[in-house]
Every structure is written in structure tokens, then in C-alpha cells.
């Protein structure tokens, strides 16, 4: 069956369209979509417990035919390798964004968003290190009574959206941790301001404690 296009096919040979015309048409099936207004109100979340196989953290695997002995050895070696560098981070930089090592110290170069410790969660509970896992979740807790994004300034969207918000819903899927939803939901509704845009793509970047939202180098929405 043959597509139907929106746009004239000026200039495309044999009555197909040219690439600026399918982009063109692209965009603006984005812009329309962009700019649907969803009721979140009757949204409802699939929620964890979707991987049931995951779901405590020690699933094994059935027994590969190949060095099958071989890669259990090893992952004894590299859950000892995650445990230390987890440890150093708690130890030198906990809370900060980043782990200094050479340093032994932490800094923020991501809003003071605890960046590390919340990209480390679906790492430690798929490690079965439910313990640091605990520990990890609790600091964030005792630590954001409220909201942790209300004194976070201008942020990357694009950065945000794939290294806070992606690894807290990971977490909270692997988990079933309402709090990680609770401060994944908080960021999200932040987030969403940049789609506010004039042609749909969302702006570079978004004031996560006001309702601002620009682009810096030409990146993002108009």
C-alpha cells in the first residue's frame, strides 16, 4: 500500500518524496504529537514486580554449555569490584555527584543531584548488595524531605532525563521502592516544562526550580 504524504512533492522524482519532505513531515507528526496534552490524572504505572525472575536480586541463570564455570568465578571478582568502588564513594564523596579518586574527594558538577548514588541503585540491587542498596535509598530519604530537585537551578534535559530519571525508575522496577517513584515522579513533572516548546522539540535546557526553559548552542526546541 502506498504511504500518503502531507506535504507537495515539489522536486521529488517519480512521484516519491525527497528527504527535506519526509523530514519536514516528520517534524511536524512530532510537534502534533509533542503537543498532545496526556491526562496524567488517569495514568496509571505498570509498577514493579515485572520481572519476577529479578525481583530479589539472585536470580542464576540455568547452566551454559561454555566457560559457563568460568564467568561464575568471575562475577564473584566483579561484584567484589563494585562493592570498592561503591565504598570509596560512600567513604570520601557521599552524596556528592561525583567521586574524586585520586582526590579522595567528592564534587557536584551535576546540580548537587547525588548523581552516582542514584546511577549506583539498579547496579547494587541486580548485584545482590541489598545492603548498600538500603543504605543508599535511606541517605536520599533522610536527606530530601521534600523534594531533592527544588534547589536545582538550570539542568541538561536530555542528560537528566536518561542518567536521574531513567535510574530511578530502574530502581524502583527492580526494587519496588515507592519513595524512588515518589522523587522519579517529582523530577519527571519538572522536566516535562522543556516540551513546552514552539515546534514541539524540547528545549537543551530547563530551570528544574523554576519554569524556565532555553537552549544553549543551537541545541533543542525554539
Known amino acids: 500500500e502506498e504511504p500518503v504524504y502531507l506535504y507537495p512533492l515539489g522536486g521529488s522524482e517519480g512521484g ?25 490524572q488517569n495514568f496509571i504505572p505498570l509498577g514493579p514486580n515485572r520481572y519476577p525472575l529479578y525481583k530479589s536480586g539472585t536470580y542464576t541463570p540455568a547452566e551454559l554449555p561454555v566457560d559457563d564455570k568460568l564467568a561464575r568465578e568471575r562475577r564473584v571478582y566483579i561484584r567484589n569490584a563494585i562493592r570498592h568502588a561503591f565504598a570509596s564513594y560512600t ?17 557536584n558538577n551535576a546540580g548537587q543531584t547525588s548523581l552516582t548514588l542514584v546511577a549506583a541503585l539498579d547496579t547494587l540491587w541486580y548485584s545482590d548488595m541489598k545492603r548498600e542498596f538500603g543504605d543508599a535509598v535511606e541517605y536520599l530519604r ?81
Open 16 to 40: 516519491k518524496p525527497d528527504a527535506t519532505t519526509i523530514l519536514q513531515e516528520r517534524i511536524q507528526n512530532a510537534h502534533a504529537t509533542l503537543h498532545h496534552k496526556p491526562n496524567f
Open 91 to 107: 567513604k570520601y564523596a557521599m552524596g556528592k555527584d561525583e567521586l574524586d579518586p585520586l582526590n579522595e574527594s567528592g564534587r
Open 142 to 222: 533522610r536527606n530530601n524531605p521534600s523534594s531533592p530537585y527544588e534547589r536545582v537551578g538550570v539542568a541538561s534535559v536530555s542528560h537528566t532525563a536518561r542518567h536521574l530519571l531513567g535510574a530511578l525508575l530502574g530502581a524502583y522496577g527492580a526494587s519496588g521502592e515507592r519513595f524512588l517513584l515518589s522523587i522519579a515522579e517529582d523530577l519527571g513533572s519538572r522536566l516535562v516544562r522543556a516540551f513546552d516548546s514552539s515546534n514541539g522539540v524540547p528545549y537543551g535546557r530547563t530551570v528544574l526550580n523554576g519554569d524556565r526553559s532555553f537552549n544553549t548552542a543551537g541545541i533543542g526546541g525554539d
